[in-house]
T-cell receptor, first 114, second 114 residues
Framework: KAGVTQTPRYLIKTRGQQVTLSCSPI?????VSWYQQTPGQGLQFLFEYFSETQRNKGNFPGRFSGRQFSNSRSEMNVSTLELGDSALYLCASKPQENSYNEQFFGPGTRLTVL | AQTVTQSQPEMSVQEAETVTLSCTYD???????LFWYKQPPSRQMILVIR??????QNATENRFSVNFQKAAKSFSLKISDSQLGDAAMYFCAYRSASSEKLVFGKGTKLTVNP
């Protein structure tokens, strides 16, 4: 099976712009979670989707949003970018909700905000 | 809120030796999972080992084993016969049984010296 894929891998934006990141989970996986990784804050949970429904949301401002499509692919959007949004954004997928199964991580999208 | 603490920002070990990475967590829940993830430089995060809170027996995966002390809320990782390929950031993570949200520690950077 192909692993979790994320596009694009690298992105450079300027302050005030908007960005959309994409995540394709492993085939058959229905749960998709997003994390932000920065040197200062570490890994922080953004949100989790299961069957097109947001199940959990982390403590991030409303500028951060996401959605999941019927094929389980997910996108996250950040509007009005700030310098502090520069980070590695990781997506993780899992076969089903709240099971013992592990989450499989993608390679991430490196976002740089200038 | 649950928290995960890794008190060792950096550790080093000689090849073929044994090293133990520390992790403590705080939770009021009784049903949860604990994980150790490995993130090699510029590579994807992968699961090293996992532990269900209700299991008293410590998990082992080849050269990797944990020391799970539920009462002390401690979850350390022991790497035996360290190899150069073990060099990476290691993250301890907590997940409630009722959520997909992973709560990560700040990580421990492991260096393996030849």
């Amino acid at each position: 099976k192909a692993g979790v894929t994320q596009t694009p891998r690298y992105l450079i934006k300027t302050r005030g712009q908007q960005v959309t990141l994409s995540c394709s989970p492993i085939s058959g996986h229905r749960s998709v979670s997003w994390y932000q990784q920065t040197p200062g804050q570490g890994l922080q949970f953004l949100f989790e989707y299961f069957s097109e429904t947001q199940r959990n949301k982390g403590n991030f401002p409303g500028r951060f949003s996401g959605r999941q499509f019927s094929n389980s692919r997910s996108e996250m959007n950040v509007s009005t970018l700030e310098l502090g949004d520069s980070a590695l954004y990781l997506c993780a997928s899992k076969p089903q909700e709240n099971s013992y199964n592990e989450q499989f991580f993608g390679p991430g999208t490196r976002l740089t905000v200038l | 809120a649950q928290t995960v603490t890794q008190s060792q920002p950096e550790m080093s070990v000689q090849e073929a030796e044994t090293v133990t990475l520390s992790c403590t967590y705080d939770t009021s829940e009784s049903d949860y999972y604990l994980f150790w993830y490995k993130q090699p430089p510029s590579r994807q995060m992968i699961l090293v080992i996992r532990q269900e809170a209700y299991k008293q027996q410590n998990a082992t995966e080849n050269r990797f084993s944990v020391n799970f002390q539920k009462a002390a809320k401690s979850f350390s990782l022991k790497i035996s016969d360290s190899q150069l390929g073990d060099a990476a950031m290691y993250f301890c993570a907590y997940r409630s049984a009722s959520s997909e949200k992973l709560v990560f520690g700040k990580g421990t950077k492991l260096t393996v010296n030849p």
